[in-house]
């Protein structure tokens, strides 16, 4: 995602993310209305009644939308009982024709701000996927999570759940009676405190009961333990730089700066990206990754173009690229994606796409498909931020549109599959595998026909709740 402030009465800009799979929708930055109050917010009857809330919906909508011939001329509000499923109503249209797939969305001031900050969120600590069918394996732990303290980590499935030893639940058997939702109704509410016991089994093959206690913690966005390095092809390849960005928050910045710094003094002219889970997240950062991977950037180069609709084309933006000393000059850049690539994830290989042509290419399967972004308008005395789609980037070629994701607009592709059984950043995982054979000039097949369609089956897909949490907008698969 992106934050750009407009210096047209101090709108405050923000991208979107889109969540992968039901209601989920993905978010963007940190940010508030022209005057709003950041001070805690105190509801009033009045002001925070639903048919309040609901008359402030439209208006913000019929003022910023970007597809606003999609509404609809006349919508009761009586005839709904909350404000998020009145929404869900208004944009109903944008997202049968897949321009809205719950882009737009209401969500908590103090809840956003908190994640968008410093990572802060409440939860086990997994990042967690399922086949749909029978399996619930971990893609990823984090640092500072109760899951990753008793080690469970990428590769473990989850066998059974429950509140103790005496209680617990085959999955198979939750996801046969009420499916992925009964997965995420076993595993708990996301507040302090929640504990459940689970059933599982390690990536060798042991089986043991483990109890975890959901608890605040800090997401790092680039893992201490494999988010930056340097990798030596075992094909006689030479060194590579890989990165794996989580989420693109603030406190990204640092940690981006710091294995670019990395890169360059080691020499560094080659780099994976791995983005396989990234949902977005705050444009200022995508524009960071952008001006790091840009050494060879004249500071007249476009890293993106942003355009509202006609009556609002006075907040159009462009964007430049301004390298920073810690930036590279790469020769070739692999990005590796999934259906959960999304966003502000997009927004830096699109932007890559004009100067490197078939020297960056997107190793992995589709990615999401969000080439839009919103605004975000505060109603503070009811803790209510309405994140609007509102517009829409290009890179420099004026590429965009791709809401079916990104294989089609890339010239170079590798298709890998995303190797749970290995760790992230690991030479023989799969998709890093594919990535250093892209870098090294080996050949590789390319994301086929069926890649291209958002929709295509995907071995696995990370469990979004059907109203996730923004740290779940984000970090799609996070509980």
Avoid: H
Wanted: aromatic share 8%; hydrophobic share 40%; proline share 5%.
């Amino acid at each position: 995602m992106r934050l750009v402030r407009s210096g047209v009465s101090g709108v405050v800009l923000a991208a979107l993310l889109a969540g992968c799979g039901g209601g989920g929708g993905n978010s963007s930055g940190n940010v508030v209305q022209p005057g709003a109050s950041t001070s805690s917010p105190t509801p009033t009857a009045s002001a925070c009644s639903l048919r309040a809330r609901q008359d402030w919906i439209l208006a913000t909508m019929r003022e910023w939308y970007l597809f606003p011939e999609t509404l609809p001329v006349n919508l009761d509000p009586a005839g709904y009982n909350s404000a998020d499923t009145y929404l869900d109503a208004l944009t109903a249209t944008a997202r049968a024709q897949n321009r809205d797939r719950y882009f737009t969305y209401l969500t908590s001031i103090a809840e956003e701000d908190a994640y968008y900050s410093s990572g802060s969120s409440a939860g086990f600590g997994f990042r967690l996927s399922s086949d749909g069918a029978r399996t619930i394996t971990v893609t990823e732990s984090f640092e500072g999570g109760s899951a990753l303290q008793v080690g469970v980590d990428r590769g473990t499935q989850i066998l059974a759940i429950g509140t103790s030893s005496s209680d617990l639940r085959e999955v198979s058997d939750i996801i046969a009676a009420q499916g992925t939702a009964g997965i995420q109704a076993a595993l708990g509410p996301d507040t302090n405190g929640t504990a459940r016991t689970l059933r599982v089994r390690d990536p060798n093959g042991s089986i043991r009961t483990v109890t975890l206690v959901k608890s605040d913690f800090t997401l790092t966005p680039v893992s201490s333990r494999y988010g930056a390095q340097i990798l030596t092809d075992p094909n006689g390849g030479g060194r590579v730089g890989y990165v794996n960005l989580r989420t693109f928050i603030s406190t990204a910045d640092p940690a981006l700066r710091s294995a670019f710094a990395t890169f360059k003094a080691q020499g560094i002219d080659k780099v994976i990206v791995d983005l396989r889970y990234n949902g977005g997240g705050l444009v200022s950062i995508a524009e960071l990754f952008g001006d790091l991977l840009g050494g060879a950037r004249a500071t007249t180069d476009v890293f993106d173009y942003t355009s509202f609709r006609p009556e609002k084309s006075a907040n159009d933006s462009v964007r430049l690229f301004a390298p920073k000393p810690e930036s590279i000059t790469p020769v070739r850049i692999a990005f590796i994606g999934t259906r959960a690539t999304a966003s502000a994830s997009e927004l830096v290989i699109n932007g890559m796409i004009p100067y490197f042509r078939a020297n960056v290419g997107l190793i992995g399967t589709n990615t999401y498909g969000k080439p839009v972004g919103q605004v975000a308008i505060d109603k503070s005395e009811c803790d209510d931020r309405l994140r609007v789609i509102a517009f829409a980037t290009q890179n420099a070629n004026r590429q965009g549109n791709y809401f079916n994701g990104l294989a089609s607009n890339v010239e170079a592709s590798c298709s890998a599959v995303d190797d749970v059984s290995q760790p992230l950043g690991d030479v023989r995982e799969a998709s890093v595998k594919a990535a250093l054979d892209f870098v090294a000039g080996r050949s590789c097949s390319a994301i086929g026909m069926a890649g291209l369609a958002r929709a295509a089956a995907a071995p696995r897909a990370l469990l979004t709740p059907e109203r996730p949490t923004t740290a779940q907008r984000e970090v799609p698969g996070l509980f």
